[in-house]
T-cell receptor, first 110, second 118 residues
Framework: SQQGEEDPQALSIQEGENATMNCSYK?????LQWYRQNSGRGLVHLIL?????REKHSGRLRVTLDTSKKSSSLLITASRAADTASYFC??????????FGAGTTVTVRA | DAGITQSPRHKVTETGTPVTLRCHQT?????MYWYRQDPGHGLRLIHY???????DKGEVSDGYSVSRSKTEDFLLTLESATSSQTSVYFC????FGRGENRSGNTIYFGEGSWLTVV
């Protein structure tokens, strides 16, 4: 079964707006990662947050992690058309596998 | 882009035939994975390898087998393809454990193989 589940399933925003998506997971984790997938392509790693971290930034991306609620959020600020993609959270426990959620599809309208 | 090549990229095959997908990496990473991606399910792990000739099952391994005879190649075989195996298959690699922080490593994905079983 999948470890992570993203919410919402789909999101449509205007260019320049912020996009927020959430991820919930079930068991304890070592780290949580976010990936982006453009249509017809493979997944690309965006950002990783470790279980002992609460917030992390990378450019226009901000990730938070609340291990007590087993949840994470990804915020994309000042969205651009190029941010149109599917976004996946992935969790890693104490092994060599990543478990992915079903993803959030983000559409940025010009 | 990480040096990962999947082949074939697109294939149509008939039910009951065997199919082999190949993943080739040039990064010398220890860990290799096969995922399938289906609408509404995200990515699900089929099999993974943690070294040459060392493989293990993922969450959806039934009907699939894998082999890894060299560090750079990881083969996924559908022993007798079924329509439920129509999917996009992604190979991925990682190097967990190398470097100063084992927990910090990430996974790199290939471009995918589109398989249709008719």
């Amino acid at each position: 079964s999948q470890q992570g589940e993203e919410d919402p399933q789909a999101l449509s925003i205007q260019e320049g707006e912020n996009a927020t998506m959430n991820c919930s997971y079930k068991t304890s984790i070592n780290n949580l990662q976010w990936y982006r997938q453009n249509s017809g392509r493979g997944l690309v790693h965006l950002i990783l947050i470790r279980s002992n971290e609460r917030e992390k930034h990378s450019g226009r991306l901000r990730v938070t992690l609340d291990t007590s609620k087993k949840s994470s959020s990804l915020l994309i600020t000042a969205s651009r058309a190029a941010d149109t993609a599917s976004y996946f959270c992935a969790t890693r426990s104490n092994d060599y596998k990543l478990s992915f959620g079903a993803g959030t599809t983000v559409t940025v309208r010009a | 882009d990480a040096g990962i090549t999947q082949s074939p990229r697109h294939k149509v095959t008939e039910t009951g035939t065997p199919v082999t997908l190949r993943c080739h990496q040039t990064e010398n990473h220890r860990y290799m994975y096969w995922y399938r991606q289906d609408p509404g399910h995200g990515l699900r792990l089929i099999h993974y390898s943690y070294g040459v000739k060392d493989t293990d099952k993922g969450e959806v391994s039934d009907g699939y087998s894998v082999s890894r005879s060299k560090t750079e190649d990881f083969l996924l075989t559908l022993e007798s393809a079924t329509s439920s195996q129509t999917s996009v298959y992604f190979c991925a690699i990682s190097d967990f454990g190398r470097g100063e922080n084992r927990s910090g490593n990430t996974i790199y994905f290939g471009e995918g193989s589109w398989l249709t079983v008719v």
